[in-house]
């Protein structure tokens, strides 16, 4: 038991040499910062993060906001690809309450995450693209890659070049809720109503699944009003749309209050799917996100969701659930050191079941695309009507590398 | 006689008075035109340009937090990359170059995708933002002229380093060109906001100057709002030639420190 503390100090020593040694190498930024000559802080708040101009690039087609760009990326120099690799050690602690027997255990272990690849552009006037493909390490020397997400989007059919105003787009992709799970800070807890699915299939609103969407972007509208409605046939796609389907729609206001951006995001997520059982699900989820800046410096930024959500047939059961999440982040330094934190909870009325999950971090960027981070989360599963009661501590120390 | 005089007078009002009406309404389109480029530069401000710079201009965008070199704040009217004398306003020119090429180093991107007549109604609106543009006392602008240049040659660089020493700009840009002199900790521009003087030795750290041409243009016309200063009326244009082959050897890392590695130049 003692020896757990002396191999993390260890560990953690090995991480901040890694890093240093990284930082004089990293002469590279990654894709778009390379291709448009500016620091990932253009837009990240903090990278995955994304800033207003960020989001504005994103809706606009991964092309500068105001531009709607014709060269094709083969013409473009340099090449659009860029790799993101985040080690991490994990230091887990788990206490278990069954029938009131309490058994315990640790683990460490080093998660060497594998390598992300990324490729996106233009590839003419009013065509872009975007691909994400991961490379999984699945066992000594084993390497798996896959296809995370792909998508094809028409990008400013409607309205003047460059302003978003109407988009089309098609493949595998997540939806754009307010909060997408793959841009936000926490790093090693799941949002927990994102992850949400007593059906045990394969519809979850924040997960890439294969869809058609219409979206887009006024900024006329006060500081810009954001939509997107999509048809999806699940995460994995092929699956026929009798029994696997959902159907999206998000409206999202910002306002700047003394140029602070204050957002307010309503969302529906609703269809069905084939649950483990083999009958189909009825399921809808929907809710509301607020996202506000303080006006006055600036540096924190608060962000609030909840979610409602109906299942019409878990195991010949209704089942509602209530949950939602609570995130700060606080900007110390500009482009350098950031504190954070978040808290999630879930509530399964039927099952009386309750989890509870709070999570803080601090972050430090050695260079944009160079940082590291450790964080301390805590998470609290608690079924009665099981008698089981799960206490899960996770410690994490992990660097961030983006090339 | 008289009655030429009287038929070249007329003659003359005639002239005179079709040039008042040409004129009249030439002005007349011009203004209709620009203001119909400004309210598209408003919109495409909006888009492109205010989530850094600030819906009202001042710079003060919400992403300016998170970023350590600030953006411009257009209501004052300062502008650091001109062609113009010290302490004047920027030509459209300057504001297109600026918008079309961004600034190396700092989050301000390229815009060269943009149409060029978006370009131009973004520096029509940007100059509706700060009264010193349509202040008349302003005008004319006097441009700066880029003479000829002396050869880039380790002559010149060697009188370049002379120069570096004896105007004292290692006070900021330190003895090796690192931007670590004496000074550099206390660097503030005309906001009061701390600025780290340029390391000239790092080519990707360098904003605007990144040619001979360019560095001497920044000699020439200083950067307003902040403590480098033109030495347009203090060296001579050789002089600030020199100088600027010197800068541009230390960002290309041909370093000379008290003269000691000149030998390795070819």
């Known amino acids: ?403 | 006689m008289k009655m030429k005089t009287k038929v070249g007078k007329f003659t003359a009002l005639v002239a005179a008075f079709s040039l008042s009406l040409a004129l009249y309404s030439c002005a007349t389109s011009f203004n209709g035109s620009d203001q119909v480029s400004v309210a598209r530069g408003k919109a495409v401000y909006h888009e492109a340009c205010a989530p850094c710079h600030g819906d009202n201009g001042d710079g003060s965008g919400p992403v300016s937090v998170s970023l350590r070199t600030k953006p411009r704040d257009f209501k004052l009217g300062v502008y650091k990359f001109r062609s113009t004398a010290s302490g004047e306003l920027p030509t459209n020119y300057d504001l297109l170059r600026t918008i079309n090429s961004g600034i190396y180093h700092t989050a301000m991107p390229s815009f060269a995708q943009m149409s060029i007549a978006d370009q131009y109604s973004v520096v029509e609106y940007i100059k509706t933002l700060s009264p010193a543009f349509s202040d008349s006392s302003q005008y004319p602008l006097d441009t700066v002229r880029i003479s000829t240049p002396i050869p880039y040659t380790l002559n010149s660089i060697e009188r370049g380093r002379e120069v570096y020493l004896n105007m004292h700009c290692w006070s900021c840009h330190g003895i090796t060109g690192e931007g670590n002199g004496p000074a550099a900790p206390t660097v503030t521009d005309d906001e009061g906001h701390h600025i780290q003087p340029t390391n000239l030795t790092h080519y990707w750290d360098i904003k605007m100057g990144r040619s001979p041409q360019k560095i001497y243009l920044i000699f020439s016309t200083g950067l307003n709002g902040t403590p480098m200063p033109s030495y347009a009326q203090i060296l001579t244009d050789k002089q600030r030639w020199d100088l600027a082959n010197y800068v541009y050897s230390l960002s290309h890392k041909d370093r000379f420190y008290d003269g000691k590695q000149l030998s390795n130049m070819h």
């Open chain 1, 1 to 403: 038991m003692r020896l757990v503390p002396f191999r993390f100090a260890i560990l953690l020593g090995f991480a901040v040499a890694s890093v240093a040694v990284t930082t004089n190498q990293a002469g590279a930024i990654p894709l778009f910062a390379r291709k448009y000559h500016v620091s990932c802080f253009r837009c990240h708040t903090v990278p995955p993060v994304l800033n207003d101009y960020g989001r504005r690039f994103q809706i606009n087609g991964y092309q500068l906001p105001g531009t709607d760009e014709s060269e094709p990326i083969w013409a473009q120099e340099p090449l659009s690809l860029s790799f993101v690799f985040y080690p991490s050690f994990v230091s887990a602690h788990t206490v278990t309450t069954t029938g009131g027997i309490k058994t315990s255990s640790n683990e460490l272990t080093f998660q060497p995450s594998g390598l992300d690849l990324f490729t996106a552009g233009t590839i003419a006037k009013h065509l872009s693209y975007f691909l994400a493909a991961p490379i999984g390490i699945t066992g000594p020397g084993q390497y798996s890659p896959s296809i995370e997400t792909m998508s094809i989007m028409f990008n400013n059919l409607a309205g003047p070049d460059g302003q978003s105003n109407l988009n089309f787009r098609f493949g595998r992709f997540r939806l754009w809720n307010t909060f997408p799970d793959n841009t936000t800070i926490v790093e090693s807890a799941d949002y927990l109503i994102y992850d949400y699915n007593p059906a045990g299939g394969t519809l979850l609103i924040a997960d890439p699944q294969w869809a058609a969407s219409v979206y887009g972007f006024f900024p006329q509208i006060l500081d810009g009003l954001r939509y997107e409605a999509a048809v999806s046939d699940g995460t994995d796609g092929g699956d026929p749309l009798n029994s696997n389907e959902a159907n999206f729609l998000m409206l999202e206001q910002t306002a700047y209050i003394d140029n602070a951006p204050f957002r307010l995001g309503l969302y529906y997520y609703g269809g069905k799917e084939l649950a483990v059982n083999n009958v189909t699900d009825n399921m809808n989820r929907y809710g509301f996100a607020v996202e506000a800046n303080d006006p006055w410096t600036k540096r924190f930024d608060l962000s609030f969701q909840y979610m409602s959500a109906t299942d019409d047939n878990i195991v010949g059961i209704k089942q509602t659930m209530d949950g939602g999440f609570l995130g700060l982040n606080v900007l110390i330094v500009p482009e350098k050191f950031f504190i954070y934190g978040r808290y999630d909870f879930v509530d399964v009325n039927q099952t009386s079941e309750k989890q509870n999950q709070w999570t803080g971090g601090i972050r430090y960027h050695f260079a944009p695309n160079v940082g590291a981070y450790a964080e301390l989360s805590y998470l609290d599963d608690n079924t009665p009507a099981a008698g089981s009661d799960t206490k899960t501590t996770l410690t994490t120390l992990g660097v961030l590398v983006g090339f």
